[in-house]
């Protein structure tokens, strides 16, 4: 069987869709109370995040319990870094139509800087759940970044983790340095994605400072000296800058790489997907903290208003413990739900068995015993993308 890099999501043993009256789960009330649109919306969504193998079937059962609201999502993908743009010309021209965007902290940082965003929380809070009381604490923390103007859908610890090939590296880094050292001696054979485009670029460019040592891990332009002299020198042994993750996991996976930097769910899903040997392993440094990741649905500004109220009852939906249940996926954002207590248990028998097959038990213990960072805050997650294209990439 052929498998696509960007991940299909798993619907087999899908649960069945939940009614829309789930006061218990901290929801608004049902859907059947909106005021119902002239005719059922086309919605547009759009997915700069690779979210949608964890939540395009959320979506599928909003739509199949409101026809009378929605008669048909649109999805479609966009890179990471174009996609603030792109909404930004549609608004200069006061001609949005995109409802809706699956985005991680990277569009989300450049979106705050340019305005695009709806304000969710200051004009819709007492029509979405109450956050803090149904979210995990660090999905609770990341809920913070947002700013208001998103709402976290999917979270994981991410990393940063390195991955390898046993059979070439016998003895992998326990530490910074030590990484340091086996790229110098194995030129070319250690690989990551450019970071303004790739979960674990971003996550090992967020995570040196900790492993380093540096001044400010908050700070990357005044805080950073031993991470940018680090980064610095490991380029001198890295042959180029994939523009993506997929197109790393595919270098590893044909041997052309030897080590990679990776997240859980980076580790687990390319592997279920046969893209990465089954048997790669997986190796912390010392002084290792998770830099934890999260994917938010945003809505542009200047969508008409009556499409709003249906937009946000449809972020509500995304948040019933049923519907999160389906981010187990295969591995690709692991664990994947945003919501507290929701056991994998809960999601799909298909989900079960990937995990059960290629998760990694040593994986419970380093959530549990390793602390939890969050990732830069959007003002300077802009910085040190601009900084790491201008004084790493371009070189």
């Known amino acids: 069987m052929t498998h696509d890099i960007s991940r299909r ?31 059922p919306l086309l919605l547009n969504v759009v997915d ?8 395009q079937p959320a979506f599928d059962n909003y739509r199949k319990a409101n026809p009378e609201l929605v008669s048909r999502i649109a999805f479609t993908k966009a890179p990471s870094p174009e996609l603030p743009s792109k909404i930004k010309a549609q608004q200069g021209a006061n001609r949005v139509d995109i409802d809706l965007v699956i985005i991680g902290p990277d569009a989300l940082s450049a979106g705050l800087a340019d305005d695009i965003y709806y304000d969710l929380i200051g004009e819709q809070a007492k029509n979405l759940p109450d956050l803090q009381s149904i979210y995990l604490d660090p999905a609770w923390r990341m809920q913070g970044l947002a700013k208001g103007r998103g709402v976290v859908i999917s979270y994981y ?10 059979a070439r590296v016998k003895t992998p880094p326990t530490t910074a340095e030590e990484l340091l050292d086996w790229a110098k001696q194995n030129p070319k054979k250690f690989i990551y994605a450019r970071p303004a485009n790739s979960g674990p670029g971003r996550t090992f460019l967020m995570g040196l400072p900790y492993l380093l040592g ?21 380029h001198k042994q890295i042959e180029y800058y994939p523009t993506g993750t997929g197109a790393v996991m595919k270098e590893f996976g044909d041997g052309t790489r030897d080590m990679m930097v990776t997240t859980t769910g980076w580790d687990i899903n390319p592997r279920a997907l046969g893209i990465v040997p089954k048997d790669a392993k997986i190796q912390t440094l010392k002084g290792f ?6 994917h938010y649905l945003s809505i542009p500004k200047g969508l008409p208003a009556e499409r709003i109220p249906i937009l946000v009852d449809l972020i509500s939906h995304m948040l019933k413990k049923d519907q999160q249940a389906y981010a187990y996926d295969e591995g690709y954002f692991y664990p994947g739900p945003a919501v507290k207590d929701v056991p994998l248990s809960m999601a799909p028998k298909a989900s079960q068995d990937t995990l059960a097959e290629y998760g990694r038990p040593e994986y419970e213990k380093l959530i549990a015993d390793n602390p939890k960072e969050l990732p830069l805050e959007p003002v300077q997650l802009v910085q040190a993308f601009r900084r790491w294209d201008e004084e790493i990439g371009s070189k």
């Open 9 to 39: 999501h798993l619907i087999g043993g899908a649960l069945g869709v939940s009614g829309l009256g789930m006061a218990g789960l901290g929801v608004h009330p049902a859907a059947a109370q909106l005021a119902k649109p002239k005719s």
């Open 48 to 55: 700069a995040a690779g979210n949608l193998a964890l939540t």
């Open 157 to 166: 610890p991410s990393g940063p983790l390195l991955e390898y090939a046993p």
């Open 214 to 234: 540096d001044t400010d891990p908050k700070d990357p332009v005044k805080g950073w000296d031993k991470t940018w002299t680090y980064l610095k020198e490991l």
């Open 289 to 294: 903290r998770w830099v934890v990741d999260a």
